[in-house]
């Protein structure tokens, strides 16, 4: 039997492609990782405006424990311009806006608005 000689170029293309794969399958790990952050920081404003929607503002301790939730989820430069500090009679509307940074560099806007029902 005659052994036929190898060529460095498909030793090459093979590295290169599995090289190419990894750095997809990194990438696309951290996307994932950044999608699920951010659903945590929506189902957290969620939680808010259901309990913004009983009282008819946020409270200020409300907004020390959102504050803290939203500090534990990895955001940053938080600010909420833009929400309903003070109370509203009922029927009138709510609004959440959550702004920051998640991880520091990924700037994100979360806005919920409703009605008060106390």
């Known amino acids: 039997m005659k052994q ?3 060529s460095i170029g498909d030793i090459l ?3 290169i492609c599995m090289l190419a794969m990894t750095v997809l399958m990194f990438a696309y790990m951290d996307d ?10 929506s189902q957290i404003a969620r939680q808010y405006i259901l309990k913004m929607e009983t009282v008819g503002y946020l409270t200020e301790e409300d907004r020390i ?3 803290r939730e939203l500090d ?14 003070d109370p509203v009679a009922y029927g009138d509307i709510i609004t959440l806006e959550i702004k920051g940074r998640l991880e ?14 106390h």
């Open 4 to 6: 036929e000689k190898g």
């Open 65 to 67: 424990r959102l504050g």
């Open 72 to 85: 534990e989820a990895g955001v940053t430069e938080l600010e909420l311009a833009g929400t309903t500090m």
């Open 104 to 117: 520091g560099e990924h700037d994100f806007v979360e806005k919920r608005i409703s009605t008060a029902k």
């Open 13 to 15: 293309s093979a590295g």
């Open 32 to 41: 994932v990782r950044l999608i699920h952050r951010k659903s945590e920081v």
